[in-house]
């Protein structure tokens, strides 16, 4: 009996010492999971780090595959654009043209009047003008005013006392402007001073 109670007594040892070296086992594990050893820190650290710099390097290859194709779409637009900026002007001209090109029929025809030939090459460039001006383009008004190098070209000087010097006294080819800039100048010929002779 007595063999029996010590037995049973070694085995109750065994058994708390095996329970208790459990929860040592236990609370060790907890103890790792609450206080990390700094090498799983790092490690962790790092594998955040390499997460978050493939998802920027990702999110940076789109915005510049996206940039790029901007970029592409942007030349082409901007080629058609100027590849194109004249066709609203030539529709706008087209009838002119079938005007002028009725007037020469009518031209060509033996018995009509000159006079009315005439005027209706008047009318064709009214209508021309009046289209361009819808546009922007305007002449230059240069007769009887200031020579002023921004809008004229002078091609001849011709001495004269019935206007003041350096003015505008006859316009050889007639300028043009487009909005605010001279597409042409116009050519004119310009007063000076009458030679006193001596």
């Given at each position: 009996m007595k063999k029996n109670k010590i037995e049973v007594e070694v085995?109750?040892?065994?058994?708390?010492?095996?329970?208790n070296s459990e929860l040592k086992e236990e609370s060790l594990t907890e103890e790792k999971q609450e206080n990390p050893?700094?090498?799983?820190?790092?490690?962790?650290?790092?594998?955040?780090?390499?997460?978050?710099?493939a998802e920027l390097n990702d999110r940076l290859m789109r915005k510049i595959a996206e940039f790029e194709n901007y970029k592409?779409?942007?030349?082409?637009?901007?080629?058609?654009l100027l590849r194109y900026s004249g066709e609203f002007l030539i529709k706008k001209l087209l009838p002119v043209i079938d005007d002028f090109e009725r007037s020469l029929k009518f031209v060509n025809d033996p018995g009509k009047d000159p006079d009315s030939v005439l005027s209706g090459?008047?009318?064709?460039?009214?209508?021309?003008?009046?289209?361009?001006?819808?546009?922007g383009i305007s002449k230059i008004e240069a007769l009887n005013k200031p020579f002023d190098v921004d809008y004229h070209e002078a091609v001849l000087q011709q001495p004269t006392s019935e206007v003041e010097p350096l003015t505008v006294i006859n316009e050889i080819e007639t300028g043009y402007l487009y909005k605010d800039r001279v597409i042409r100048h116009t050519k004119v010929i310009v007063s000076s001073p009458v030679p006193v002779n001596e």
């Amino acid at each position: 009996m007595k063999k029996n109670k010590i037995e049973v007594e070694v085995k109750e040892n065994i058994i708390e010492e095996s329970s208790n070296s459990e929860l040592k086992e236990e609370s060790l594990t907890e103890e790792k999971q609450e206080n990390p050893t700094p090498a799983s820190v790092e490690n962790e650290e790092i594998q955040k780090l390499k997460n978050e710099n493939a998802e920027l390097n990702d999110r940076l290859m789109r915005k510049i595959a996206e940039f790029e194709n901007y970029k592409k779409r942007t030349e082409i637009e901007t080629a058609n654009l100027l590849r194109y900026s004249g066709e609203f002007l030539i529709k706008k001209l087209l009838p002119v043209i079938d005007d002028f090109e009725r007037s020469l029929k009518f031209v060509n025809d033996p018995g009509k009047d000159p006079d009315s030939v005439l005027s209706g090459l008047a009318l064709v460039y009214e209508k021309l003008m009046k289209t361009l001006s819808e546009q922007g383009i305007s002449k230059i008004e240069a007769l009887n005013k200031p020579f002023d190098v921004d809008y004229h070209e002078a091609v001849l000087q011709q001495p004269t006392s019935e206007v003041e010097p350096l003015t505008v006294i006859n316009e050889i080819e007639t300028g043009y402007l487009y909005k605010d800039r001279v597409i042409r100048h116009t050519k004119v010929i310009v007063s000076s001073p009458v030679p006193v002779n001596e």
